[in-house]
């Protein structure tokens, strides 16, 4: 993918990039509001429905109090003692249990939310009881599902569960009981006392004003004792069971959790500090989002305010940025088409300002600069045409000097063998296919061939001595740029001395290489018009290292009449062929 600050337009990419950014901002700011809105809520709803269960568990502990103290009274009551105790059918005793009725169906009258009260014997002889208030025989209770908690214990409470006794209509069948043993003197069970509490009752109780809010009484062990659905949206306790005794028992240090049940919950509970009861609130958390619904439209409103002022100071920012930006392309494009002279009126005192200037500089010198590359190019071409005319088809001059070499062989003429092969060897390391550059390497093999080609031919008249670092020879350099100063100093400089001496030499520091090529001849005059004019040789190579490397490298001679002539090249340090050649071929 490309990027698209290299290819869009800069108003484009300023103007897109102001929005982006603009809208990133605001979203963020609104979105982190609406988050810190929804906490907010969300911490009121559960500290306000903290205290409001709080207080729902003190007045359900107070009016469980009130039943359990009622029960109390009526099982210790003498008479109903006495009544359960003894079985026979006289008159006073059958006097009794009218009595006996009486009592237990009075508490239904007088006690707000009393049911029934019901009192369970296991002397069958003496049922009687008018509607669900009365005494039962024992074995009805047994059936019951809770009889199995008060069977171990003196008194217990039982959940929402269908009155054992009685017809009712479906809505008034479902009670909350408490059941208190009936003991003797002696201490053995006589009977069961149970008073049912109506739910309409128990829902006054711990009612709130809240819609879609299931609130759920637990006992100890987390088993349900009444449940009430306000709202159609409520799930039942029966669906959530698992999921809440899950939630309770990891959260036993808080009071209030998020769950995931059939759909997300907050779910807030309260435990009382006598039974140990919780009373739980189970809110859909769409209901308590709603209270942050209206602040969200707010905010989306000003969302999108917020991002059309942005995009039209984005619009009004980047015309004001793109005009001096595009004075300037305009001028560039105009220079491109030839008109060298344009200038730029420049009333910027910035950044602009200094590119104005400059881009008018530019302008003022590049005549001068053109004429400069043209005749640096101008020169180059010249120099590559000689380079070009002086070279001579290789495959003819191999073989020519092939069928010259073996004529020599089979003439017995073994030095003239000799001879050619050390020329055809220079030719091909002269030529080198066409390669501008050659390693150092291959220089000091070219010149090798030469000095042994020379030796034969100068008898001992003339030493060579090379004293080059291998640290160099892996360096590139231009071509027979050492051969010509060799042999210039042999015809100029050592033509007349009976024993001549040529001694090459090389050294480097961090940037450059350094040649130095001494003879014991003549020596010759320094001037370097006079240098050029007369010695090709010199000229070619001086040319050549300039032209490539400029004029910080060079040829450097040192010669006095009679006391020998030294020669000294500077090269840059090339560790590959430079970018514009090819090893083989030249651009």
Known sequence: MRNPFKTFSFQTTFFVSFIIISALLILLLGITSYYITNQEVVEQTISSRKLLLNEINKQLDSAMQTVEYDSLVLASNPKLINYLQYNDDSFEHIQQKSDIIDLLSRLSYVKEGVHSVQLYTKSSSIDGHIGANGVFDYSIIKQSPWYNEIKDADYCWAGTHAIEVGSYPAEERNVVSFARKVLA??????????????LSFMQKVVSGSSQNVSRVILDTRHRLIAEFNDGSKSDSFAS???????VLDK????????????????????????????????????????????IEMVMLVAVIFCILLAIIMAYLLSKQFIFPIRNLVHAMNMMKGGKLDIQIINDYHNEFGHMNENFN???????????????????????????????????????????????????????????????????RIGLSSGATFITIQRELEHLHYYMELQKIRYKQRVEFHISIPESMKIFYTPKLIIQPFVENALIHGLHSCERGLIHISGWEDEQSLYFRIEDN??????????????????????????????????VEVYSERGQGTAIMLSLPKIRTVPPHYTEGNAK
């Not at 959530?240 to 899950?246: A, G, H, P, T, V």
């Not at 308590?288 to 619904?293: V, Y």
């Not at 070499?405 to 003439?411: K, T």
């Not at 001849?521 to 050549?544: A, K, P, S, W």
């Open 361 to 427: 500089q530019m302008t003022a010198r590049i005549n001068h600069l053109l004429i400069e590359v043209n005749e640096q190019h101008k020169r180059k071409r010249e120099a590559e045409m000689q380079v070009l005319q002086e070279q001579i088809n290789p495959h003819f001059l191999y073989n020519t000097l092939d069928t010259m070499n073996w004529h020599a062989i089979e003439s017995g003429s073994r030095e003239i063998s000799h001879m050619l092969s050390l020329l055809g060897k220079m030719l």
């Open 185 to 198: 003197p002696s201490g053995e069970e006589v009977g069961i006392l149970v008073i049912n509490l109506n």
């Open 251 to 294: 959260s036993a240090s808080e009071t209030y959790a998020i769950a995931q049940l059939e759909e997300k919950k907050l779910i807030i509970w309260n435990q009382q500090d006598r039974t140990m009861w919780v009373t739980m609130d189970i809110i859909p958390w769409d209901d308590i989002e709603k209270g942050s619904r209206r």
């Open 521 to 554: 001849g003549e020596g010759m005059d320094t001037d370097m018009t006079v240098l050029t004019r007369d010695h090709n040789g010199i000229r070619n190579v001086r040319e050549r290292i300039q032209l490539n490397f400029g004029q910080r490298y060079g």
């Open 240 to 246: 959530m069971k698992e999921n809440l005794s899950e």
